[in-house]
């Protein structure tokens, strides 16, 4: 039998001043089920949540109503308060009288009746809640890092030292990412290789961290505390385990003329090359696409030159599996390009900038490359097009970025301040020449970032100039650089030797079908969203899946460290609990009913219905039907309402729930006197 | 609308999701936002678990109007119980137009959590809209 007790809210004034609560209650006392009802100023508090606890022992109730604010607000408060009073939590529910009525009606009379109405609802449904235990889910202890760039890295070693075991995935053979390229690094330009490198090494030498290079997530499954995931470790033509990274097969090689992708194709490598003298692991790799071996089945160079037999051409692609219990997502970002082609219609390139087509027109991460020490130039600042010494150069900034007619809205925040870098790094390098910059605003916002662009004008002359460019074309050896500065009023047309586009941030190239396979969200551009804009930051919209670095929106180096150990500390927490406890608001089936149409296995969206075979005690398979696996739904109730059996239903909102409430919404007899 | 029904009240009864819509109906009461008293809400999970026949049971206990809504196409926090509910609910709107109901007393819409003002308009047109219809006798007279 129902033991109800109904406790209506005042809330101060917020809801007494036009809700009669204590009408409320004196009606609620009277209602089939309830045993006791009251009001109080404020359930929350601790005497009110002390009332409902001492009516619930008194009264020896088994069921709570709380006629008060939005569950949103304090459903776990009261459920918490139930508890501690011997109730199951679940046996407690709210009427939401605040939100959903005395802040939105000013009619007394009728909010009140509201209200009613509201508490009858809840009453009826709580006649038929029932005890509930929390689904337990275990933990396994191993994390997942996507991504080897400095977020990546960062997440992986914080975790590894956290004392959880990592497996870092790394799609190029080796981990580094873009800061791997980069020349010296705002605000304080110091070497971005002198500060990676060590930590490229420790990731190396961690014993904690499993790192796969040239691999790829194949496939994932499972869900928060229990991932599975599939590893392709793409064929290296190299083994790993007999080479010892000498370099002789790379110098050997014939097949020379292949641009070398770390130097974005101002500089050609081998066909079996290390991406960079720092690489982590510092071992070849073969470019089965250039091979001349892989062409033509000929040459096999590097084979004959190995003294430890490590070139192993008929090397196979593996697949190796991975347990782990959270996943942090670092993929990073790319440049967007101007050329014709773009990954997508909405992206349009820049025709009147030449689509790519002036070897001297390059992008920002080229013209780190022209700085770098161990570039293509040796740090020197020589043009693609002659090797000459460019006297004029201009930067431009947004190229792509908030330009809504070439499809990007987003600023990409991070060029403001690399441009001032740039252009003081090259006066430093070339005193006499001039280095001009085209920008619609300057936004270096960031610790230190404002005095190091005015650092920039000031101290090295750059030459500011507002406006975007127009048109770039050559003319006699030289480009010429049209544009407005729309502070002075007047056109402008430079003569430049080079011309440096601060080209949008945009995310890695088919990385949605990544997040799709991970069942986390993205937004129109392919950034992943996180699962809340202000309070969970580095949280994807999937539980146990974080995310770090500019794989979420374009971000500076320190941003991306940071948002990384954020996601690191995060999965932690997650990782250092035994098991995880999750609502047990979930679907169950009776098998005695069902069918085994499956519908509901098609319709999930969680994937947690399976085909279970029933069968006699010979083993013979009787019948097939479904079967709910608690840990993985996540209790939306697709399911039910597709069942065609009612095999189906859904803990916490039941269909003999939600008729139960439907039954109630109108009072029997007002509907007959009308 | 007979003589007898004017000053009618309309009951709506809206069945709506956790997530977004019911978020967004919370936003306007935290927002002060007013609208008409008519409306009893009916709590679920998600769209997904809209079972068609529950617009037809609350016809049957009285209700002079039926709202349903959940979070916006591709905002589901379950991912695709919205589509199922839309899909569902394009067919189920056909039989119910062959067997007689009127359409007019169903309402489907999408209100995200951000979207208080969009419940308050919603609501108030829909209340609007059934008072002017006068109660659903139609439906009440055969269930009773
Ligand atoms: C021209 C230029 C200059 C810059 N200068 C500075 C500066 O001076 N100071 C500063 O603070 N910042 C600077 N930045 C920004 C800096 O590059 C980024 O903040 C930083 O690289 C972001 O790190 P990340 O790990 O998030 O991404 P990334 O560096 O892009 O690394 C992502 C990694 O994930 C890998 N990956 C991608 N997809 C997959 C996949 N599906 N599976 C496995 N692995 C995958 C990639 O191969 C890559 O290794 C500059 C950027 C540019 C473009
Ligand atoms: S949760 Fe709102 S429609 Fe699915």
Redesign the pocket.
């Known amino acids: 039998m129902a033991r109800i007790g109904v406790f209506v809210c005042h809330c101060g004034e917020n809801i007494a001043s036009v809700v009669d609560c204590e009408r409320v209650a004196k009606i609620s006392a009277s209602l089939p089920g309830v045993t006791y009802a009251t009001d109080y100023k404020y359930m929350c508090s601790d005497p009110g949540q002390d009332l409902i606890k001492s009516a619930i022992a008194e009264h020896n109730l088994n069921g709570v109503v709380v006629a008060a604010c939005s569950p949103h607000m304090h459903e776990t408060t009261f459920r918490k308060a139930a508890q501690q009073a011997g109730l199951n939590p679940y046996l407690c529910e709210m009427a939401n009288i605040r939100e959903h009525c005395s802040w939105v009606h000013d009619d007394h009379e009728k909010a009140t009746q509201k209200a009613i109405d509201l508490v009858r609802i809840m009453v009826e449904k709580v006649r038929r809640n029932h005890p509930l235990e929390p689904v337990r889910v275990s933990v396994t202890k191993r994390a997942l890092v996507?991504?080897?760039?400095?977020?990546?890295i960062q997440a992986a070693l914080d975790m590894a030292n956290g004392g959880i075991e990592v497996v870092l995935?790394?799609?190029?053979p080796s981990?580094?990412?873009?800061?791997a390229q980069?020349s010296?690094?705002?605000p304080t330009l110091d070497c971005?290789q002198c500060i990676l490198t060590p930590k490229m090494v420790e990731v190396a030498q961690h014993p904690n961290i499993k790192l796969y290079t040239y691999?790829?997530?194949e496939n994932v499954s499972g869900f928060v505390g229990n991932f599975k995931v599939t590893v392709r470790k793409k064929a290296r033509s190299v083994n790993m385990e007999l080479c010892n990274g000498c370099g002789l097969c790379t110098q050997k090689c014939p097949s020379r003329k292949i641009p070398n992708e770390f130097d974005r194709g101002l500089s050609n490598r081998s066909a079996i090359y290390i991406p960079f003298p720092q690489a982590i692991p510092n071992k070849p790799v073969i470019d089965r696409d250039h091979c001349i071996h892989f062409k033509t089945g000929k040459c096999g160079v590097c084979e004959k030159v190995c003294g430890t037999k490590a070139i192993d051409f008929d090397q196979q692609d593996e697949l190796v599996n991975e347990e782990v219990g959270a996943i942090v997502v670092?993929?990073?970002?790319d440049?967007y390009n101007i050329s014709m082609d773009q990954p997508n219609d909405k992206l349009e390139g820049y025709g009147e900038y030449g689509y790519g087509k002036y070897p001297d027109v390059i992008d920002?991460?080229q013209?780190?490359r022209l700085l770098s020490a161990t570039g293509p130039t040796g740090g020197k600042i020589l043009r693609p097009s002659d090797g000459k010494e460019p006297k004029n150069v201009v930067f431009i900034s947004c190229v792509g970025s908030r330009h809504n007619a070439k499809g990007i809205t987003y600023c990409s925040k991070?060029c403001c301040?690399?441009i001032a870098?740039h252009g003081m790094l090259y006066k430093h390098k070339v005193p006499d020449g001039n280095a001009y910059v085209f920008y619609m605003d300057v936004r270096t916002s960031g610790k230190r970032f404002d005095e190091f662009w005015r650092r920039a004008v000031e101290e090295d002359g750059l030459v500011y100039l507002r406006g975007r460019v127009s048109k770039i074309y050559e003319q006699d050896g030289h480009l010429i650089v049209k544009g407005a500065d729309t502070l002075s009023g007047v056109a402008v047309e430079v003569e430049a030797d080079l011309v440096v586009l601060a080209t949008a941030?945009v995310p890695?190239p088919n990385?949605e079908k990544?997040f799709q396979n991970l069942g986390i969200s993205y937004d129109e551009y392919n950034f992943v969203t996180e699962a809340h804009p202000k309070l969970r930051p580095v949280e994807s919209s999937t539980a146990g899946i974080f995310l770090?670095?500019?794989?979420h929106s374009p971000?500076?180096?320190?941003?991306?460290v940071a948002q990384a150990s954020a996601a690191a500390s995060k999965a932690l927490i997650l990782l250092s609990k035994p098991e995880l406890e999750r609502e047990p608001l979930v679907a169950k089936v009776n098998e005695a009913t069902c069918i085994g149409c499956f519908y509901c296995l098609r319709a999930c969206p969680a994937k947690a219905i399976t085909e279970k075979e029933i069968k006699n005690r010979a083993g013979e398979v009787l019948r097939k039907v479904s079967e709910v696996n608690p840990s993985v739904c996540t209790g939306c109730g697709t399911c039910v309402s597709v069942c065609f059996s009612n095999s189906i239903d859904l803990e916490g909102f039941t269909d003999e729930q939600i008729y139960a409430e439907i039954n109630s919404v109108i009072e029997r007899m007002s509907v007959i006197q009308q | 609308m007979s003589e007898a029904d004017q000053g009618f009240e309309p009951h709506i009864v809206a069945f709506i999701c956790n997530w977004c819509t019911y978020a967004g109906a919370d936003l306007a009461g935290t927002s002060r936002m007013q609208y008409q008293p008519n409306v009893r809400v009916i709590r679920i999970p998600c769209t997904g678990r809209m079972d068609p026949l529950f617009v037809l049971k609350a016809f049957e206990r009285g209700a002079d109007g039926v709202l349903i809504s959940g979070c916006h196409p591709g905002d589901c926090h379950y991912g695709e119980g919205n589509y199922h509910a839309r899909r569902k609910f394009a067919i189920f709107r056909k039989l119910l137009e062959f067997v007689g109901i009127d359409l007019a007393r169903i309402q489907f819409s999408w209100i995200s959590a951000a979207e208080g003002g969009k419940w308050v308009s919603v609501i108030e047109d829909f209340t609007n809209r059934v008072r002017a219809l006068g109660p659903y006798r139609a439906y009440q007279e055969i269930s009773l």
């Open positions: 996507i991504g080897g760039g400095i977020a990546g995935v790394e799609k190029e981990i580094g990412g873009h800061m980069l010296e690094t705002f971005s691999s790829e997530v670092a993929t990073g970002y440049l920002g991460l013209f780190e991070i301040t690399y870098k941030i890695q990385i990544l770090a670095g500019a794989c971000k500076d180096i320190p941003e991306s």
